[in-house]
């Protein structure tokens, strides 16, 4: 397809667990972000890469969360030892230069 | 105090109604404003996307920016049901640069 395209859907787990969520950015895209949404604190930055630069992580709530992106293109988010209060859409956008970005449908985490 | 503000509603009106959304802001150094679409369980998708201040008119969509002011605005003419979602205003200091949010509005647009 040509849209952001994020995997999986819904993610169900445990406290404690790890978990990785997976976004594959529009093609040719050099710019990949991570936002987070939950229902008290709105849409909210992560992390994003551009290009070959050092990647902005201004926005990680914690080192439980980490990001990787592989080839300029796959990117993983990492969570490692969840707690409740990581549940939220984990959403990932994508742009070209000097372009809007444009925004998967989310993987929607829950962590019992 | 967010440096994006947004009246969160619910906003219900009748089919056919003008919708006036809006969002004030604290930082100057936003130069870029974007107002995007989200339906339910989907993720959100780019209305307008405008640079410094100024109107842009796109079919039934007008997004209107007042730097002076910190304040943006999207309206809708001639609403349709289908245009019932919440509607975030975000923001940027560069071209490219991560976003920042408000935190939507609920539209209902009744039949």
């Known amino acids: 397809g040509a849209g952001v395209s994020q995997s999986p859907s819904n993610k169900v787990t445990e406290k404690g667990k790890d978990v990785e969520l997976r976004c594959d950015p529009i093609s040719g895209h050099t710019a990949l972000y991570w936002y987070r949404q939950s229902l008290g604190q709105g849409l909210e930055f992560l992390i994003y890469?551009?290009?070959?630069?050092?990647?902005?992580k201004s926005g990680l709530p914690s080192d439980r969360f980490s990001a990787e992106r592989t080839g300029g293109s796959v990117s993983t988010l990492t969570i490692q030892r969840t707690q409740q209060e990581d549940s939220a859409v984990y959403l990932c956008?994508?742009?070209?230069?000097?372009?809007?970005?444009?925004f998967g449908d989310g993987t929607r985490l829950s962590i019992l | 105090q967010k440096e994006v503000e947004q009246d969160p509603g619910p906003l219900s009106v009748p089919e056919g109604a003008i919708v006036s959304l809006n969002c004030t802001y604290s930082?100057?150094?936003?130069?870029?404003f974007m107002w995007y679409r989200q339906y339910s369980r989907k993720g959100p998708e780019l209305l307008m996307y405008t640079y410094s201040s100024g109107n842009k008119e796109d079919g039934r969509f007008t997004a209107q920016v007042d730097k002076s002011s910190k304040y943006i605005s999207l309206f809708i003419r001639d609403s349709q049901p289908s245009d019932s979602a919440t509607y975030l205003c975000?923001?940027?200091?560069?071209?490219?640069?991560?976003?920042?949010f408000g935190t939507g509005t609920r539209l209902a647009v009744r039949p």
């Open positions: 956008a994508s742009s070209s230069a000097y372009q809007p970005q444009h």
């Open positions: 975000a923001m940027s200091q560069s071209s490219g640069d991560k976003l920042t």
């Open positions: 890469f551009q290009g070959n630069s050092a990647p902005d």
């Open positions: 930082n100057s150094a936003f130069q870029y």
